[in-house]
């Protein structure tokens, strides 16, 4: 994609969003957007998965598409311009690259990974590690936000430091097995198997595995089973 092509993409939307362009874009918001954008990326992601390139094409256009729709929103109630986006990635990115664009060396891909993680890390040192977790978005699935807050919790390294991970699930499982069947809609045993999970995710992350992606792959298994 060219930049005219950006350009093009950018004056159809604001056709759409124009008097006599579409009356459902018009009545759009970014909240309304929003499950759009996710519905989108999932789909995206989904094709890369297949290995899909010409479904990813066609993904990512409609990725682009949200995008600027919601840009133009923002732009329509004076939030923030088109140049305010591109301003301010544009700066992240000079920012956390400074073995590129500064005076920071990285020859390989793991060094380049470490400086982005230190200027990103001297970013965020002033919010705190509350601040950090609670900028990790709640509407990622739940899986992947507690591998992230795991991973601040216990540093940038990303591998837990805890050995009793398994005793502590094995417990629970065995504390939930003796739970009255009358109580199984209880708050107290909601907790518990959220407890399970969390740990799960934590012994997940000290062998190196995406519980993100183990769980993907197992439904997939399941599904393909009654194929």
Not at 2 to 25: K, R
Not at 101 to 119: C, H, I, M, P, Y
Not at 196 to 222: D, H, P, R, W, Y
């Amino acid at each position: 994609m060219t930049t005219d092509g950006f350009y093009e993409l950018s004056a159809i939307v604001d056709t759409l969003l124009g008097p006599d362009g579409c009356p459902w874009d018009r009545e759009q918001t970014i909240q309304s957007l929003r499950s759009d954008l996710l519905e989108e990326c999932y789909e995206a992601a989904d094709a890369i998965d297949k290995n899909n390139m010409s479904g990813l094409l066609e993904e990512l256009g409609d990725v682009l598409l949200c995008v600027v729709l919601m840009i133009k929103k923002a732009e329509l109630s004076n939030a923030f311009t088109m140049h305010d986006v591109f301003a301010a990635i544009c700066a992240k990115m000079v920012n956390r690259h400074s073995h590129v664009f500064g005076s920071d060396k990285a020859a390989t891909a793991q060094e380049a990974l470490d400086v982005w993680k230190r200027n990103k890390a001297n970013e965020k040192a002033q919010k705190g590690l509350h601040g950090v977790m609670a900028d990790i978005p709640a509407a990622l699935p739940a899986l992947m936000r507690a591998e992230k807050i795991l991973v601040v919790a216990n540093g940038d390294d990303g591998v837990l430091q805890e050995h009793d991970i398994l005793p502590k699930i094995i417990n629970d499982l065995q504390s939930l097995q003796k739970t009255p069947q009358t109580s199984h809609s209880s708050k107290a045993l909601q907790e518990k198997i959220g407890s399970i999970l969390l740990n799960f995710v934590a012994m997940s992350k000290n062998l190196g595995i995406s519980s993100e992606l183990s769980l993907t792959k197992a439904i997939e298994a399941f599904i393909n089973r009654f194929a």
